[in-house]
Nanobody, 126 residues
Framework: QVQLVESGGGLVQAGDSLRLGCAASGRTFSTYVMGWFRQAPGKEREFVAASSWNGDITDYADSVKGRFTISRDNTKNTVYLQMNSLKPEDTAVYYC???????????????????WGQGTQVTVSS
């Protein structure tokens, strides 16, 4: 089992940058596909980005492609989401998630992820 704790959220202005972190417990972190999702008020939780176990393969939602970067440091059991050129529509609670064990490839489906963090709020003012 994996426990995930996000950090790094906050209130920023449009155009600013933020880096979210997600620290994972357990010695098998490097075997998990990791993803980031977000949920804005009144909306469903949506896919943002995902990384294969070693970071070689990544996937991004069209809305963040070119602005956000997912990365991971398996020596620190941590996955990051670097968010640049933030927009007010990026305002949401951001969640990191670990895909079910044994899966190799990034996925955009929420149901593919077995473990979730508690979320961190990102607010972008215009």
């Amino acid at each position: 089992q994996v426990q995930l704790v996000e950090s790094g959220g906050g209130l920023v202005q449009a155009g600013d940058s933020l880096r979210l972190g997600c620290a994972a417990s357990g010695r098998t972190f490097s075997t998990y596909v990791m993803g980031w999702f977000r949920q804005a008020p009144g909306k469903e939780r949506e896919f943002v980005a995902a990384s294969s176990w070693n970071g070689d393969i990544t996937d991004y939602a069209d809305s963040v492609k070119g602005r956000f970067t997912i990365s991971r440091d398996n020596t620190k059991n941590t996955v990051y989401l670097q968010m640049n050129s933030l927009k007010p529509e990026d305002t949401a609670v951001y969640y990191c998630a670990a895909r079910s064990p044994g899966r190799l490839w990034p996925s955009r489906g929420r149901s593919e992820y077995a473990y979730w963090g508690q979320g961190t709020q990102v607010t972008v003012s215009s």
